[in-house]
């Protein structure tokens, strides 16, 4: 019978604590960005949105896939 409670890797602490700063620093950027930009247009406003709220999504899974040994 395996152990079930597998004691996390290190591999876990470093991406979920890079994970966290990384994605405190992409939030306090894409404001910052988003603050320049708001008395733009309210079309260039909103694909700008679209964008930051999606692209952090890409580095993210790269980082889960490594987390998990892949």
């Known amino acids: 019978?395996?152990?079930?409670?597998?004691?996390?890797?290190s591999r876990s602490f470093i991406g979920m604590a890079?994970?966290?700063?990384g994605l405190t620093l992409y939030a306090f950027?894409?404001?910052?960005i988003g603050?320049?930009?708001g008395d733009w247009h309210l079309a260039i406003q909103m694909s700008?949105?679209?964008?930051a709220g999606l692209v952090w999504l890409y580095p993210?899974?790269?980082l889960l896939q490594w987390m998990g040994g892949n």
Do not use: D, E, F, T
């Open 1 to 9: 019978m395996s152990n079930s409670h597998q004691k996390p890797s």
């Open 18 to 21: 890079a994970m966290i700063i």
């Open 29 to 32: 950027l894409a404001a910052g």
């Open 35 to 37: 603050n320049l930009i």
């Open 48 to 51: 700008y949105y679209l964008v």
């Open 60 to 62: 993210a899974k790269k």
